[in-house]
């Protein structure tokens, strides 16, 4: 086989295939890429590693200059690792920019932000700050199991991390639960990715009232995904027992009183300045998380 006019008339194509064909050209770019890396792959073992020297040699002056050297020793290790029969077949349904930014990754977190990127439609710059920011590092151990095993078994409470990421973007130094919830509220969006996939937003200091008083919960979310309501309430301190006997009692109220028979039963969340795992180990309501947060800046 001829290696080198073989990678030669896959770019060409490519490069036609781009002006004609728009609408499916990156999918196109992503495959050819991947075919032009198991030649290359071919070829290194044939002819030795330098064989990549002088194809973008030749390429550069035939073809153009993007073909150089990083690009095609690129296309040779995107075959590498994605080759593995571990690694989700999805990878087709995203763009080489996104692809580009998993290749120092291990085989679950690849599997891992592949899906996020699909399901939750993200720029290449969202999935840059998302592996910095250690996204699937911040999952459960639980929930990494899961993944690995990919058994459809999940719960709306899985994909939470932790610490959820907040961003400060008034740079604030001292930090109240009301400036805290007065930046989930600027960034909802974001926040709702850091809970998780299927969560929308209802209201803020939700007006509920428990005998003769009235109480605000200080978020009210829906998970469509699970189908289930779910309710915030936010700390600025370490996690108290008393933070518990109240979350409980509003999740009951909206069980009551806005739950539907075909929907499941709430989930509350506690997002807290510090976890306290000894109070949560003794915590018999399992639809009760506790979660740390955690407030960056405006360098994203």
Known sequence: ?????????????????????DYSKERNKVITYFDIGRLLNEAGGKYGDKIIDEY???????????????????????????????????????????????FNLDVYSINYYIQVIIYQHISVRELEFKIKNKEYERLDEKTKIKLKEEK??????????????????????????KILKQLILENIDDFLLELGNGFSYIANE?????????????LLLFNIKFNCYV????????????????????????????????????????????????????????????KEYELYYKGY
């Open 1 to 21: 086989m001829n290696y080198y006019n073989e990678i030669k008339n896959k770019i060409i194509y490519n490069e036609i295939y781009n002006k004609v064909k």
């Open 56 to 102: 973008s040699r030749k390429l550069v002056i035939e073809v153009g200059k993007k073909y150089n050297r990083r690009t095609l020793y690129r296309m040779k290790q995107f075959y590498n690792v994605f080759s593995n029969e571990k690694v989700s077949t999805l990878w087709t349904q995203i763009t080489w920019s996104h692809i580009r930014l998993l």
């Open 152 to 177: 459809n078994n999940l719960e709306v409470k899985d994909l939470i991390k932790e610490p959820i990421l907040i961003k400060n973007k008034g740079n604030y130094e001292v930090i109240s639960e």
């Open 206 to 218: 939700y007006k509920i009232k428990l005998g003769d008083r009235y109480n605000y919960i200080d």
């Open 231 to 290: 309710v915030v309430e936010l700390k600025i301190i370490e996690l108290k027992k008393e933070h518990i006997g109240q979350i409980q009692t509003y999740m009951n109220y909206i069980d009551k009183n806005l739950k539907t028979i075909n929907q499941d039963k709430t989930i509350g969340i506690i997002i807290v300045r510090k976890n306290n795992k000894f109070i949560m180990e003794y915590c018999s309501d399992k639809r009760i998380l506790a």
